[in-house]
């Protein structure tokens, strides 16, 4: 068996905006961002499903451009495939993904 704590986590952003950390699990990447305080991801879309779970902070989570979705510490969501997806806060948010396969 492997602990999470055993596992690699690699920089994949460090910025004003956030630091992004990635992790293999097998087929799985768990990737974690910190968003900083006034700062919003780029947003994205892709075919394959994403899990968030909020960690630490606020934060607003927008699906289709939709009114948003609070992102506080112990939230989590199931994003659909193809639904664009991004992030903003006022107060800086931390939170994992968890997707399937590597980061594209």
Known sequence: MTTLTQLEWRTMADDHRYLI?????????????VLHPDQSTK?????????????AGEGTLYLDHDGGHPLVAGARYVIPGGVHHRVSTVKGVTFTCVFEGPRR
Not at 44 to 53: D, I, R, S, T
């Open 21 to 33: 950390r990635d992790m293999a699990l097998g087929d799985t990447t768990i990737s974690e961002t």
């Open 43 to 55: 947003g994205h879309a892709h075919p394959w499903p994403e899990v968030y779970l909020c960690n």
